[in-house]
């Protein structure tokens, strides 16, 4: 397979886009902000959107930015050609069409939406403008590496292991000197509140208990990203997503979600997230077991910008003398530069987006599957 390049622009000098971050939180200041700053060759960064006034304020000075802005509409005024979207989650769906119903391109971070009706309205609305899901991890070098090698002679794969154990992000972002906003209009936290509740409510079809709420987030907002990884790498091996879940489970009241799909010749994917705050080490490992060999993919907090995924390859022959271990060693590229180089070329050269809404929606389905089977059988084991 040859080398992707799916973010880079043909262009040696490539059109300049003007564009807005809308929601300047956790993901925006330690993602995208700097990012689209590190990307001033391709992006014109205009604005600042959080509802936030300290938050917005201090994001635009420290990168320079001209607008600081209370809403989306104020940003959408100022003539923007894309918008990265970075709010809470219950606030994706509408401001993914407000920005589509502008004329704007979309970058929305994960997950895209909340239900499968919301995904189909941004379906609908999409035209030919580009609508780019926040999956930064299929940007990663190593990851396509690990495709490169599972793709470069017929394999077969028995087992995909996806485990994260997630301390949660502070201590990978202490050092950032980010700004909480700690204005943010006791209102506007409220609306957000009870949008993600009534979508746990739509996706049961039954009033949720607080167990249950967490672990609809862990599902949609923590393990979305090992699915996405898990489709990408078995989408490479020409196997249909999503697949029929097979079990799945919550534990420690929702902080931990699990699920299983049977793969094609008697296989099995399994993913699980924890949420282990008493540990700080994150760590995410992404195991294809193969007949010929064990590929195994490392991920460090996202956070740690530059910081690089480990493949570790194992093949033998069969006795313990031929085993081989390759380190591959790919890059310190930066992921989140990547997603954004990528959302860029998508626009200015019409190259086709990886993480794109009907993929987003393929994720969306398979967690939605998982969290009910979850849900199911935790009623009858309690």
Sequence with gaps: MPPDTSHESLDSSPT??????????????????????????????????DASPSVRHSVAARYGVPHACATLEDALSLGLDAIVIAVPDPAHRGAVLTAL??????????????????????????????????YMKLYDPALQR????????????????VEVNDPDQAP??????????????????????????????????????????????????????????????????????PLPTVDAAYFDGGRGVSLSWTLPGDGRAHLEHLNLPGVADYRERVTAYCRDRILELTFPS???????????????????????????????????????????????????????????RDDLAALLDGFRLAVSRHRRVA
Aim: one cysteine or more; hydrophobic letters at 45%; aromatic letters at 6%.
């Design 302 to 360: 996202p956070y740690l910008r530059h910081h690089p995924t480990r493949l570790v390859e194992r093949h033998s022959d069969g006795t313990v003398a031929g085993l081989e271990t390759i380190d591959h060693r790919v890059s310190y590229e930066e992921a989140f530069r990547n997603e954004l180089r990528a959302f860029h070329a998508a626009i200015t050269t019409g190259v086709p987006v990886r993480a794109s809404v009907e993929a987003a």
């Design 146 to 161: 690990m495709v490169e090698r599972l793709t470069e002679g017929p394999v077969e794969l028995v087992y995909l292991s």
């Design 101 to 134: 119903d502008a004329g704007v391109h979309v970058f929305c971070e994960k997950p895209l939406a909340l239900s499968l009706a919301e995904c189909d309205e941004i379906l609908a609305a999409r035209g030919d403008l580009v609508v780019q899901c926040g």
């Design 172 to 241: 990978f972002v202490d050092h950032l000197g980010l700004v909480v906003g700690r204005d943010v209009p006791q209102g506007l936290i409220d609306e957000m509140k009870d949008r993600g509740r009534r979508a746990v409510r739509e996706a049961l079809g039954a009033e949720p208990d607080a167990a249950q709420v967490r672990a609809f987030e862990a599902y949609l907002g923590s393990l979305v990203h090992d699915v996405s990884l898990a489709h990408h790498l078995l989408r490479a091996l020409d196997v249909t997503a």
């Design 16 to 49: 300049r886009l003007r564009v807005g971050l809308f929601g300047a939180g956790l993901v925006g200041q330690a993602g995208h902000a700097p990012s689209l700053w590190e990307e001033r060759e391709r992006f014109d960064f205009v604005a600042v959107a």
